[in-house]
T-cell receptor, first 112, second 113 residues
Framework: NAGVTQTPKFRILKIGQSMTLQCTQDMNHNYMYWYRQDPGMGLKLIYYSVGAGITDKGEVPNGYNVSRSTTEDFPLRLELAAPSQTSVYFC???????????FGNGTRLTVT | GESVGLHLPTLSVQEGDNSIINCAYSNSASDYFIWYKQESGKGPQFIIDIRSNMDKRQGQRVTVLLNKTVKHLSLQIAATQPGDSAVYFCAETPRRSQGNLIFGKGTKLSVKP
């Protein structure tokens, strides 16, 4: 049982490049979330999903896209990377609402 | 790696002392609250949670207090150890929010041996 796994751990992108941040969980959790964390700040919600095939925007969705084709995977897509997207990205999941989300160890992204 | 504690309020305590970390939450409709610990280069790690129908909850060496009147949470760590050094975040979940968390800014706890 690996919990929430995120890949890659680090990535450097040039402005305008695209990439997909991978997140997978092996706990059969329905709810999954993407957060970003800027230096010295708390986490902010980008997108979330309440189950396969269902996604919705969080507080800061602009510049990102997500999909949820399976229960296990919840990839986050950056189509045109911008310096403002330099951040640490965390994926989280819970089985039912009302419990604490489990977090992955993050992907540190730098856009230059 | 880069510290997520840059520009954060810092609490410095002596090993063995008790620590109290405070948090003001924003949404009066929040009904579930969580404290997370974050070490450098890692994701938030669950410490303790509390629901809005409670005022206090205790775990191993940790206690969370909730004051709904002034929208305030606190985390008390007893007999603080060097391994407790980290950034601590409170998070709230508004009712009917599908589990989405609203995070506070965080406090960096530094334990002196």
């Amino acid at each position: 049982n690996a919990g929430v796994t995120q890949t890659p751990k680090f990535r450097i992108l040039k402005i305008g490049q695209s990439m997909t941040l991978q997140c997978t969980q092996d706990m059969n959790h329905n709810y999954m979330y993407w957060y970003r964390q800027d230096p010295g700040m708390g986490l902010k919600l980008i997108y979330y999903s309440v189950g396969a095939g269902i996604t919705d925007k969080g507080e800061v969705p602009n510049g990102y896209n997500v999909s949820r084709s399976t229960t296990e995977d919840f990839p986050l897509r950056l189509e045109l990377a911008a310096p403002s997207q330099t951040s640490v990205y965390f994926c989280a999941s819970i089985g039912v609402v009302g419990g604490p989300p489990h977090f992955g160890n993050g992907t540190r992204l730098t856009v230059t | 790696g880069e510290s997520v504690g840059l520009h954060l309020p810092t609490l410095s305590v002596q090993e063995g002392d008790n620590s109290i970390i405070n948090c003001a939450y924003s949404n009066s409709a929040s009904d579930y609250f969580i404290w997370y610990k974050q070490e450098s280069g890692k994701g938030p790690q669950f410490i303790i949670d509390i629901r809005s129908n409670m005022d206090k909850r205790q775990g191993q060496r940790v206690t969370v207090l909730l004051n709904k009147t002034v929208k305030h949470l606190s985390l008390q760590i007893a007999a603080t150890q060097p391994g407790d050094s980290a950034v601590y975040f409170c998070a709230e979940t508004p009712r009917r929010s599908q589990g989405n968390l609203i995070f506070g800014k965080g406090t960096k706890l530094s334990v002196k041996p």
